[in-house]
């Protein structure tokens, strides 16, 4: 049962605003919702920001959300999301305790995200998977058939520190690291947020480097219409999730088919930076907040996930075999160009070979990932 309280503030022309809080089982849940003008997209006149925290009764933690969870947060097409994300570093078992792992790599107690601690001793780990996800927000109107077009209007950071790990029988190189059979290699990672700096600090004495940032979310999904797709949040799939593109961050759209009613959307997984690949396992896992603006797409047509930056098309292709991602992406290539740009497919293949990179999205996730990336500037004399 969900308690909504409303506070009524006064009006002015361009803004209105309501405190709704919603407490639900364990947590609770603040949504601030602002009605700007919006010039984005001439179908929507209006949209409300709403601010989802990453508190207990908003999260679930090792799965992804089923076609029968109950949606914390109901939106129209074209409503804003700032939504609290929590990155499972830090708080797995193999970590030990939270608070001496992080301090004893020299993070102060007083930085350490107090939401990390709250998920860890109060949140039930009920999937095989490592992510904190939070959600799920239903779309209104939003039916299989259609597409969800998810916007990462912006992305902060919440704390100064984050994680990369590598662990026994996963990553590129199973078999092979961490060394002497050891379960888990992990490193924390110093953030200076202002500058969007890592520092990695080699274990053997080298001096530090500085490894650029680029934060983006590595899962951003909707729910699978068969539930035993989300039992487990590693493997991407049709509905997204786990998907890992690094070129996916501020700035970006993802394109997902709805699978169920409302979509129900959710988000988890937080990176700072990752390379392609993601080979010792994770990214630099870092607790994030995007802030995500959600477009219904109605009656479009979508045979699997693609990705959108300012520069680029992103045509994306999941398997377990990374050679037949390798053909999806191609295909899913080949099928851009096609309705974008007006090539024949047989044309669009000799122009891939000529001019268009494809990159290992991650080996990592069970279903590997490849994606293409299509430069649009390339194409301005075709567009439609």
Same mark, same amino acid.
């Given at each position: 049962?969900?308690?909504?309280?409303?506070?009524?503030?006064?009006?002015?022309?361009?803004?209105?605003?309501?405190?709704?809080?919603?407490?639900?089982?364990?947590?609770?849940?603040?949504?601030?919702? #602002?009605?700007?003008? %919006?010039?984005?997209? /001439?179908? =929507?006149?209006?949209?409300?920001? *709403?601010?989802?925290?990453?508190? @207990? +009764?908003?999260?679930?933690?090792?799965?992804?959300?089923?076609?029968?969870?109950?949606?914390?947060?109901?939106?129209?097409?074209?409503?804003?999301?700032?939504?609290?994300?929590?990155?499972?570093?830090?708080?797995?078992?193999?970590?030990?305790?939270?608070?001496?792992?992080?301090?004893?790599?020299?993070?102060?107690?007083?930085?350490?995200?107090?939401?990390?601690?709250?998920?860890?001793? #109060?949140?039930?780990? %009920?999937?095989?998977? /490592?992510? =904190?996800?939070?959600?799920?927000? *239903?779309?209104?109107?939003?039916? @299989? +058939?259609?597409?969800?077009?998810?916007?990462?209007?912006?992305?902060?950071?919440?704390?100064?520190?984050?994680?990369?790990?590598?662990?026994?029988?996963?990553?590129?190189?199973?078999?092979?690291?961490?060394?002497?059979?050891?379960?888990?290699?992990?490193?924390?990672?110093?953030?200076?947020?202002?500058?969007?700096?890592?520092?990695?600090?080699?274990?053997?004495?080298?001096?530090?480097?500085?490894?650029?940032?680029?934060?983006?979310?590595?899962?951003?999904?909707?729910?699978?219409?068969?539930?035993?797709?989300?039992?487990?949040?590693?493997?991407?799939?049709?509905?997204?999730?786990?998907?890992?593109?690094?070129?996916?961050?501020?700035?970006?759209?993802?394109?997902?088919?709805?699978?169920?009613?409302?979509?129900?959307?959710?988000?988890?997984?937080?990176?700072?930076?990752?390379?392609?690949?993601?080979?010792?396992?994770?990214?630099?896992?870092?607790?994030?907040?995007?802030?995500?603006?959600?477009?219904?797409?109605?009656?479009?047509?979508?045979?699997?996930?693609?990705?959108?930056?300012?520069?680029?098309?992103?045509?994306?292709?999941?398997?377990?075999?990374?050679?037949?991602?390798?053909?999806?992406?191609?295909?899913?290539?080949?099928?851009?160009?096609?309705?974008?740009?007006?090539?024949?497919?047989?044309?669009?293949?000799?122009?891939?070979?000529?001019?268009?990179?494809?990159?290992?999205?991650?080996?990592?996730?069970?279903?590997?990932?490849?994606?293409?990336?299509?430069?649009?500037?390339?194409?301005?004399?075709?567009?439609?």
């Amino acid at each position: 049962m969900k308690l909504f309280k409303r506070i009524k503030r006064r009006q002015t022309p361009a803004v209105s605003k309501r405190l709704l809080q919603i407490v639900s089982g364990v947590g609770v849940c603040l949504l601030v919702a #602002t009605t700007w003008s %919006s010039w984005f997209s /001439p179908a =929507v006149a209006q949209y409300e920001t *709403y601010e989802v925290k990453s508190v @207990p +009764g908003n999260v679930i933690w090792g799965e992804l959300f089923k076609p029968d969870s109950e949606p914390i947060l109901t939106v129209k097409s074209g409503d804003r999301i700032r939504m609290d994300t929590v990155s499972h570093e830090g708080i797995l078992a193999d970590q030990g305790d939270t608070v001496e792992f992080l301090t004893g790599g020299g993070i102060a107690e007083s930085d350490i995200l107090a939401d990390q601690l709250t998920i860890k001793g #109060t949140v039930t780990k %009920s999937g095989p998977g /490592p992510h =904190v996800i939070t959600g799920p927000i *239903y779309v209104e109107d939003a039916e @299989p +058939g259609d597409v969800l077009e998810i916007r990462t209007l912006d992305i902060d950071y919440r704390v100064p520190y984050g994680v990369i790990s590598n662990r026994h029988g996963k990553g590129s190189l199973p078999g092979e690291y961490p060394e002497n059979d050891e379960p888990i290699y992990t490193k924390i990672i110093p953030i200076d947020a202002e500058n969007e700096i890592g520092i990695f600090r080699p274990s053997n004495g080298l001096p530090d480097l500085e490894i650029p940032l680029k934060p983006f979310m590595g899962v951003m999904g909707i729910v699978p219409a068969d539930p035993e797709d989300a039992v487990n949040s590693v493997p991407p799939g049709l509905y997204g999730g786990n998907i890992d593109i690094k070129h996916l961050g501020r700035g970006s759209s993802l394109y997902l088919p709805v699978q169920v009613p409302g979509a129900l959307f959710y988000s988890g997984d937080p990176h700072c930076a990752q390379g392609n690949g993601e080979v010792a396992l994770t990214a630099i896992e870092c607790s994030l907040t995007p802030t995500f603006e959600l477009v219904l797409h109605k009656g479009m047509e979508l045979p699997a996930p693609m990705g959108e930056t300012a520069d680029s098309w992103i045509a994306v292709g999941l398997d377990v075999d990374l050679n037949e991602a390798m053909k999806k992406s191609v295909r899913e290539y080949l099928r851009i160009m096609n309705d974008k740009y007006g090539f024949t497919k047989a044309d669009a293949l000799l122009y891939g070979s000529a001019d268009i990179d494809f990159e290992v999205s991650q080996v990592v996730d069970i279903v590997k990932g490849i994606h293409g990336v299509i430069p649009k500037d390339r194409f301005t004399v075709l567009e439609k």
